[in-house]
């Protein structure tokens, strides 16, 4: 069965600290594709990142880096020097390859960047 | 390019009364999905439409719950003889044709529902 689990409820950092939020996700298939969205105090989900299950090369984009490693399952993603914007709920979502390519989300991470 | 849209943005109806939800894609997308999501959860995926055809349905989604893309354009999610459990935020998402972007869903700002 498919399921993705983020342990950490809640965590809470000073802003510049450096945070990494763990993903860990189960699933039969061999192909699929893992996400991070971020829902900022205004709802919307943003997408952050797509990633296959073929390509194991850790991924950074400015502040953010995700760290893919498919022996212990997990998908963790790191914030570099936090800032308060950072401040949000945090999905780390799997998506079989199957005909709907549904998501399936994991409880979330709430991220608090205290100034 | 406007992202997705939906309509309304919160509603609050009394318990067995229906209520009726419209979600209007990205243009040119050609899938749609519903979520549900409570409080302190992630969102929960509900049913799936390529153009106008509803291919996949969630168990979540109850006899009482219906969802149409006529013309494969703007869809709507119904529910009928709302129920407190239903309290929610509803949120739609659409994703590009492009095999591989398929997988990338783009959300809008969902509908909170509030059944009292």
């Known amino acids: 069965a498919q399921k993705v689990t983020q342990a950490q409820t809640e965590i809470s950092v000073v802003e510049k600290e450096d945070v990494t939020l763990d993903c860990v996700y189960e699933?039969?298939?061999?192909?699929?594709?893992l996400f991070w969205y971020k829902q900022p105090p205004s709802g919307e989900l943003v997408f952050l990142i797509r990633?296959?299950?073929?390509?194991?090369q850790n991924e950074i984009s400015g502040r953010y880096s995700w760290n893919f490693q498919k022996s212990t399952s997990s998908f963790n993603f790191t914030i570099t020097a936090s800032q308060v914007v950072d401040s949000a709920v945090y999905f780390c979502?799997?998506?079989?390859?199957?005909?709907?390519?549904?998501?399936?989300f994991g409880s979330g991470t709430r991220l608090l960047v205290r100034p | 390019d406007t992202g997705v849209s939906q309509d309304p943005r919160h509603k609050i109806t009394k318990r067995g009364q229906n209520v009726t939800f419209r979600c209007d894609p990205i243009?040119?997308?050609?899938?749609l999905y519903w979520y549900r999501q409570t409080l302190g959860q992630g969102p929960e995926f509900l049913t799936y439409?390529?153009?106008?055809?509803?291919?996949?349905k969630s168990r979540l989604l109850s006899d009482r719950f219906s969802a149409e893309r006529p013309k494969g354009s703007f869809s709507t999610l119904e529910i009928q003889r709302t129920e407190q459990g239903d309290s929610a935020m509803y949120l739609c998402?659409?994703?590009?044709?492009?095999?591989?972007?398929?997988?990338?869903?783009?959300f809008g700002p969902g509908t909170r529902l509030t059944v009292t």
């Open positions: 990633r296959n299950s073929f390509d194991e």
């Open positions: 699933t039969r298939d061999t192909t699929y594709y």
């Open positions: 979502a799997l998506s079989e390859v199957d005909s709907s390519y549904k998501l399936i």
């Open positions: 439409f390529q153009n106008e055809a509803q291919l996949e």
């Open positions: 243009s040119e997308h050609n899938r």
């Open positions: 998402a659409s994703s590009p044709p492009d095999r591989e972007s398929s997988y990338e869903q783009y």
